[in-house]
């Protein structure tokens, strides 16, 4: 499997719209994009980065990572596949991790949080096996007041530091 990230583009607005449609996004998620964006208002942000996940050759999802002031140290993740074939596959938990790897530096943080709905499993296997660990739950209610059950999940990035003696 050939897996890359490139650049969220505005031209990329039309391939997320027909994602969502296709997954029926809601089911999945309260928000397909980074949260202080607006269309219109440019796609790239000094904070977020936001890519498209690419498999061969081939636009197949969304992934981004987000802060929500530059001084925090806590980003949060979204993710969006663009067909239902394509989950539970692994390329979920290799975005992921690619994101983070890419978007650490230049963002400046050291913990990556999320929610995710209780009922969606596959999800939470996947950021488990990326190595997130359940911090705490809730619930929210959506635009149709439904009431929704999360989870919060949290990864850490761990520097290791060795000291080498001589």
Known sequence: MNLYLTRFEESDL???DVWCKRIQAEQFMSRVT?????????????LWDWYIINQNDLSIGTIWLEKSDPSSDVAKLGILLGSQDLFEKGIGSQAVLFAIESSHRRLGFNRVQLNVRKSNIRAISCYKKCGFSIVGEGTKFNKADEKIEFYAMQY?????????ND
């Open 14 to 16: 039309d391939k997320l």
């Open 34 to 46: 980074p949260e202080a964006y607006t269309r219109g208002s440019g796609v790239q942000n000094e």
């Open 156 to 164: 850490r990035i761990f520097r290791i530091r060795v000291k080498i």
